[in-house]
């Protein structure tokens, strides 16, 4: 067992493989040169710095981020009913119904799209951030639902009962008991289905209109070579952002299932 | 007995890191017999057994298996098959191929694997059911897929690590005798690791007690109940009354001890146990001792004492004495021969006890010296 | 006290309804509008297999429809392949399995999109790769066939969908009972025969939730292809919008997305089908 094994070189290599691209676009952020490729010119901050000036990229920020917010809440409400439903219930349709919430995962991104902008056209919702934002609910609730499950897997059901025996109403049994042991996996939820928001895109692109989201702008801008170096920054401060919300919602929900001892 | 050693463990000893988990383990196994190794959890018996069968390498000492020295033999290539404590049932595969699982590493033809299969199937009375799924079986009938499994391999040596502890108790009780007389119609080496004392006892033809990584004692079932090495042992297997005594004459093979109830008496030395000071401890066994309303006649030792609990057990009647000038109550048995229980919490009675069945703990590790 | 039902049916209903309907309503509106057709600017109503016609017949979208079949099983099969070492390690051999669980799922959390652009600044004729190279003094001039081709689609695939290939196959390999494996030894195994005849039939659901998992969605994958495929590397998807935007033919791209479904169903069915079949011929 302990040899050393070609195994171990393997997933190390593995990991450069993983990483390696990714790092490229921060490390090529702070070059000088506008073109991306080695020698490195020089380093600078200049490209972050021209980023403010940009006012289509505030404005996609900030859309970015509300459809993030509400599809966050969104998502982990209707998550957070479904996945106690699921391990506190035995009712007919269970395995019907957990099946059915995991499907937008395995559904091709063009068919979910082009489906959705063609039932929101029908419905009358015109391509806009509220189209957006349901279709990502959509997307985002089978994160909500697994990471809610998790959670509620490691809620041990006589404290509710426990509380109960000592006179808590329903209600009161929700608010004092069950909802601060699950907290935790309640923030990890809205951190995960933000992030899976905020770094969507063909969705965007289909959904958004003329109203940008931050992938549907970088996506405009790549076809520019001039913006390049400038895309490149905006694209590692939301790999940045992205890391971290993960890193969080890793640390609350692995708070939420150790909580229960 | 004057059968071959199957295997010879010469000095074996495992670490992991700083734990030792078997330490200079000396034990020759005869060919043909069942032999247990038994102690209580942690104490290095399936460790040992992973030894043999090559799933562990020791840190020191020689596995000798047939004569062969198993040093670098990896655990597929040993004369020796496992009956797993979990059993280990192949999930993918039906009963038929579980138990040919091993052939077809032999390049046997497929109409002789087939017929061993038949015949292993047959052997532990699951004939028939080689189409049979894997996850289908009740436990005992996985219990029998396991043993078949590794029979139809024909090993020299048949290791099984706690092969009844999932049973339950009735089905464990009945596969003790079916497994003991499978074993004495193949005449294989069976080699079991348990850390039940009943089972070793109803099985095995000799027992090895393991304490902390160490063998204590190796003998026949009776033997190691009527002379247990040391207090340890005593009071791992059966249950047994510790008294404190005194050494007033140490003879060649003999003690005269005097006890603080059963007065003085002549008892067997022991052998295994360091017979330094006066104060030693003996050990009696509940059954060993008579108890009546007067004083019994013919005995070495008798004392009087109170009856403070009696707990029926439905094959024989425990009753807890109290005696003036020792601490915890002695413990006598009596089997229900009549259906009676003859005294009652609170009663005056009568022990009696003959030297013969007085046991030689030696040195008092209880009391300070 | 309403029984476990009611109680489990109207907390799950939001969740099951929500995506019940954003699945069942556009499906039943593409089927609808695969059947309409469309004339410049309006679109006629009446029911006609014209599209489903011409989708057929069309030579183009024959051609990438099979193109893209063919992509995504190349990126499942190479992915897979890549990805059961490193499960395997994880599960059996690695001592900080979270920590490892937790490395590889991090780049998933970054955006899919930036992951595929950083692809393409590596794999460029002036890219990242071309010029490290010609910099090193390994190659003469800048290699052409790295980028805008399908090779480059399957890199950047199998890239991308890493973790997803890893988790499943981890969690079905870390479901063995390690007594499995050694009883498998002890009835005569070798290390290779070992994996053939055990580790691996255990772990044929992982690799079937795997293959699913990413054969399905890449089919169906828009970014890549858009962005590193080049003319070579085209894909479904990318016709597929077309329709919706520059041709602003929607029954046609309705129609090629409901085929495109069926054909990645029919696949993947096909697909499960074997592997399970194969997995119960190992004995």
């Known amino acids: 067992m302990t040899r050393p094994s070609g195994l171990a070189i393997y997933a190390f290599l593995y990991l450069v493989f993983l990483y390696l691209p990714v790092l490229f ?173 905020f770094d969507e895109f063909v969705l965007a692109f289909f959904l958004s209109g003329n109203q940008p989201t931050l992938p549907v702008y970088i996506w405009s801008q790549i076809r520019f070579p001039a913006k390049l170096p400038n895309t490149l920054a905006l694209g590692s401060l939301l790999l940045l952002a992205s890391v971290a919300l993960l890193v969080l919602a890793e640390y609350f929900r692995r708070r939420s299932t150790k909580s229960t001892i | 007995m004057t059968a071959k050693n199957i295997i010879e463990l010469q000095g074996i000893e495992k670490r992991f890191g700083k734990f030792v988990a078997v330490s200079n383990l000396d034990l020759n196994l005869r060919e043909g017999e069942f032999f247990s190794l038994l102690g209580p959890s942690g104490c290095g018996k399936t460790t040992a057994l992973r030894m043999i069968a090559g799933f562990q390498e020791p840190t020191a000492g020689r596995v000798i298996i047939d004569g062969q020295d198993m040093d670098g033999i990896p655990a597929n290539a040993r004369p020796t098959n496992m009956v797993f404590q979990s059993y280990a049932i192949f999930p993918h595969l039906n009963v038929g191929n579980n138990v040919a699982y091993g052939l077809r590493n032999r390049g046997i033809s497929k109409s002789e694997i087939e017929a061993r299969v038949t015949e292993a199937l047959e052997m532990v009375e699951l004939g028939g059911l080689q189409a049979r799924g894997a996850t289908e079986l009740s436990g005992g009938q996985r219990q029998r897929v396991a043993l078949a499994r590794a029979l139809v391999m024909r090993p020299k040596v048949l290791l099984l690590d706690e092969p009844l502890s999932a049973l339950d108790k009735k089905l464990r009780e009945q596969m003790q005798f079916e497994m003991r007389h499978l074993q004495q119609e193949l005449g294989i080496t069976f080699v079991m690791v348990t850390h039940d004392q009943y089972e070793a006892m109803t099985m095995s033809d000799r027992i090895g007690v393991m304490f902390d990584g160490r063998l204590v004692q190796v003998d026949e079932p009776p033997t190691l109940y009527a002379k247990p090495c040391n207090k340890e042992i005593a009071s791992f297997i059966g249950e047994m009354n510790f008294l404190p005594a005194q050494v007033n004459g140490d003879k060649d093979k003999g003690l005269t001890i005097s006890t603080p109830c059963f007065g003085t008496m002549e008892i067997e030395k022991n052998p295994n146990v360091e017979q330094t000071g006066r104060e030693i401890e003996i050990g009696i066994r509940p059954e060993q001792l008579e108890i009546a309303a007067e004083e019994p006649e013919g005995y070495d030792g008798t004392v009087q004492g109170k009856i403070r609990d009696v707990a029926f057990y439905g094959e024989n009647v425990h009753y807890h004495v109290q005696v003036d000038g020792v601490e915890r109550p002695i413990a006598a048995s009596v089997p229900n021969y009549f259906h009676t229980v003859d005294h009652r919490p609170g009663d005056a009675v009568w022990l009696g006890v003959q030297s013969a069945s007085v046991i030689d703990l030696g040195q008092n590790q209880s009391k300070p010296q | 006290m309403k029984s476990e039902t009611a109680k489990g049916m109207t907390l799950s209903a939001p969740a099951t309804l929500y995506v019940g309907f954003l699945v069942a309503a556009p499906l039943a509106i593409l089927v609808a509008y695969s059947l309409w057709t469309q004339t410049y600017v309006s679109v006629d109503r009446t029911a006609t297999l014209a599209n489903y016609r011409e989708a057929f017949t069309d030579p183009l979208v024959r051609h990438l429809m099979i193109r893209s079949i063919l992509i995504a099983a190349a990126v499942t099969v190479a992915t897979v392949a ?17 920590l490892w669980l937790l490395l590889i799922t991090i780049p998933f959390w970054s955006s899919y999109l930036l992951r595929v652009f950083a692809w393409k600044l590596i794999l460029g004729f002036n890219g990242v790769l071309n010029s490290a190279l010609l910099g090193l003094g390994l190659i003469e001039e800048p290699l052409t066939f790295l980028l805008y081709n399908e090779f480059a689609v399957v890199l950047t695939l199998a890239h991308a969908w890493a973790p997803f290939a890893i988790l499943p196959i981890y969690v079905s390999i870390q479901k063995i009972d390690p007594s499995l494996l050694e009883a498998a030894t002890d009835l005569g195994n070798g290390p290779v025969q070992r994996f053939l005849r055990v580790t691996l039939p255990l772990t044929i659901p992982g690799i079937i939730a795997a293959c699913l998992i990413i054969f399905i969605p890449t089919v169906g994958d828009y970014v890549t292809p858009s962005l590193v495929g080049g003319s070579d590397g085209k894909m479904i998807a990318n016709l597929i919008q077309v329709q919706f935007g520059a041709a602003n033919n929607w029954p046609l791209g309705a129609t090629l997305s409901l085929l495109a479904m069926m054909s990645v169903g029919f696949v993947a069915i096909l697909f499960v089908l074997s592997a399970t079949g194969l997995g119960r011929r190992i004995r």
């Open chain 1, 25 to 197: 676009l921060p490390l090529f952020s702070f070059n000088s040169g506008t073109i991306v490729a080695f020698p490195i010119k020089g380093w600078t901050l200049d490209w972050y710095r021209q980023l403010g000036g940009e006012e289509t990229l505030i404005q996609a920020l900030m859309n970015s981020m509300i459809v993030g917010v509400v599809t966050a809440l969104l998502a982990t409400s209707m998550g957070l009913f479904a996945a106690r439903a699921y391990v506190r219930y035995r009712f007919r349709g269970k395995k019907a119904s957990e099946g059915l919430v995991m499907l937008p995962l395995v559904i091709p991104g063009i068919i979910v799209a082009s489906s959705m902008l063609v039932l929101f056209i029908s419905i009358g919702i015109k391509p806009s951030l509220t189209a957006v934002t349901l279709g990502h609910t959509f997307l985002a609730l089978p994160f909500s639902v697994s990471i809610m499950k998790s959670a509620f897997d490691d809620f041990d059901p006589s404290l509710e009962e426990a509380a109960f025996d000592l006179g808590s109403s329903v209600f009161e049994t929700f608010r004092r008991v069950t909802l601060p042991i699950v907290a935790p996996g309640i923030v990890a939820s809205l951190l995960v289905t933000f992030t899976v928001s």
């Open chain 3, 82 to 98: 890549l990805a059961y070492p490193i499960a395997y390690f994880i599960a059996l051999r690695a001592e900080r399995k979270t």
